[in-house]
């Protein structure tokens, strides 16, 4: 009996002691060392590029021969006149208003029919205009240049302000009963325009006969 249960209890502590073991996996499942590659290593970044020079400005072409020249030689000139106007004009803005005075005025002569009469009128002269044209000629070989180059002096402070004082002075003529007087004039012209040029127009047919 004694026999009969100590084999059980040998079996029974072999079974133990078996699966207390520890389970080594064999060499073959060691750890393998990783095969990956590591990253390359950063390369430090471009300097950027110099900076260039700084380019020359390119000085202007001259100017071609011609009209145009000669107009952007006057340029240097101006600039002393157009601050001598400015200069002026700053310090009397009744100018502007006389002058608007005197425009408003001219709007009002020029309305109808005051344009219409002007121009029958023109037309009604063109015959004695014909006769004139040897003195249109004359006028036409007048070296006009040179006459502006000369009268280019008279843009002075002397000069703006007699202007000035001539375009007030228009401003408080032109007025309502001048503008009817004008229109009046225009109108009794007419006639005597139109009397004038037949007597010239015979007069001259005479001469050349």
């Known amino acids: ?16 002691s078996t699966s207390s073991a520890v389970v080594r996996p064999p060499a073959s499942f060691s ?27 390119q000085p202007l072409p001259p100017p071609a021969g011609g009209a145009a020249a000669d107009l952007v030689t006057l340029v240097p000139d101006l600039i002393p006149l157009l601050r001598t106007v400015t ?22 002569i020029l309305a109808a029919p005051f344009p219409a009469q002007t121009r029958g009128l023109i037309n009604t002269a063109t015959d004695l205009l014909g006769g004139l044209s040897p003195l249109l000629q004359f006028v036409a070989q007048i070296d006009f240049a040179r006459i502006t180059t000369s009268l280019k002096g008279l843009f002075d402070p002397d000069f703006i302000e007699g202007a ?19 229109v009046q004039i225009v109108r009794d012209i007419a006639p005597l325009i139109s009397a004038m040029s037949e007597f010239l127009t015979a007069l001259i047919a005479s001469l050349i006969r």
């Open 87 to 108: 200069a002026f004009l700053a310090g009397r803005p009744s100018f502007l208003e006389d002058l608007a005075t005197a425009i408003i005025g001219l709007g009002q």
């Open 164 to 182: 000035v004082r001539m375009i007030k002075e228009v401003s408080g003529v032109i007025t309502t009963e001048f503008v009817t007087q004008i």
């Open 31 to 57: 750890t393998i060392p990783s095969s990956a590659p590591s990253s390359p290593p950063r390369l430090p970044l471009p300097l950027p590029p110099p900076p260039s020079p700084p380019q020359q400005q």
């Open 1 to 16: 009996m004694a026999l009969a249960i100590t084999m059980p209890a040998l079996i029974l502590t072999s079974a133990m």
